[in-house]
């Protein structure tokens, strides 16, 4: 098998160093902005935005990413375009390639056992330090007659000089094409006026970190249910999302989110953070269908004890019980909730289409199915 000679290998350094530029440069406008994220054939862009990943020491690692590639490319230009510690730069090279490497599979990793939601730039940028670090194998100090010199340097030029333009334009078609919008799907019963522009925001916030989330991660349909644990109508109506989620199994993803209403329902807050504390052992759906088959069993001895009973650990489930973390996370989805209008529940938001009370099987279907075929 024919290896690729090292001016081959730092060619395809430099140009994955483009495309890793490009993802990072678009990530870190959006991160600073706020703006809405092209998130092609994945959905948790936002989700990763949003995450305590997304900032190392309160630098976003767009920015950082930015750095790591424009620092590649300059070092492979410096390598053959000056004479200066050659080995030095060469060793610098290595060294960046296994460190973007090693991050981006750290990043990888987070993503789907962490935040269990991808995003594609972040996916994107990933594969380019993949491809960097792999062609780096093949790359070596040599010495380089002034020919090869020129060859190589007007190679790099030639990249930079297709990537400009491409960048540019792809830039501008995705941050035009985000803010347009994407059009709303109606409501079987639509949100009153006044929560319009919330509405409008809602597929960006529908996830937060640590949101008990089931279902395929490349779904395009995402269906959410603030609910809770206390409220009658959330009982009666879980058998039919229940059977929805068993149905609809790898095809769509489901998310929960707490929203207990506290001034009528005083053990709602105690069996969110209860659940929440089941979502911490990966014991979330368990606990949550013991709580609504029995509603009337919610002290704190009734909580504990459901949770043994879905074989969660006593001792963890104590401890964690007390931590203040978890009880922000409740009040955290509680008070997004309010900012997204929701005001009852259940509230589904199934992609884009907010219906704020319980629905039939077959309206639900329905609208899972428009949802699917990209009607809605």
Known sequence: MHKPSPFAARLTMAIASLVG???????????????????????????????????????????????????????????????????LLY??????????????GFLFLIQWLDLK?????????????????????????????????ARELRAYFVALLVFLPIAFFGFVGLVQSKAQGTPEGESINPAPEENEDASA???????????????SLLSKVLVVEFADFQCPACGAFHPTLTRIRKE??????????????????????P?????????????FWEFAD??????QKLGDGDLRATALGVGMDGGAYDTCIKDAAIAKVVDESFAQARSLGVQYTPTLIVNRTKVDQAISYEQLKRLIDESLAGTR
């Open 21 to 87: 530029l490009f993802a990072s440069a678009y990530l870190f406008y959006t991160y600073v902005t706020g703006a809405p994220i092209a998130c092609g054939i994945v959905s948790g862009c936002d989700v990763v935005r949003s995450s305590s990943w997304a900032t190392t020491m309160g630098v976003p690692r767009p920015l950082l990413g930015m750095l790591f590639y424009t620092a590649l490319f300059g070092l492979l230009v410096a390598r053959v375009a000056t004479s200066w510690r050659p080995r």
């Open 91 to 104: 060793r610098l090279t290595m060294v960046a390639a296994v460190v973007g490497f090693i991050e981006s």
């Open 117 to 149: 939601a991808f995003c594609f730039w972040c996916l994107l940028s990933a594969a380019a330090a993949t491809v960097i670090a792999g062609a780096a194998w093949f790359d070596h100090l040599e010495e380089t007659r002034h020919v090869a010199v």
């Open 201 to 215: 925001t809602v597929s960006s916030l529908l996830l937060l970190p640590k949101t008990p989330v089931t279902g």
């Open 248 to 269: 609809y199994a790898g095809k769509v993803r489901f998310a929960f989110r707490h929203f207990p209403i506290t001034q009528i329902h005083d053990r709602a807050r």
């Open 271 to 283: 069996a969110a953070i209860a659940a929440q504390c089941a979502q911490e052992q990966g014991k």
């Open 290 to 295: 013991a709580v609504y088959a029995d509603q």
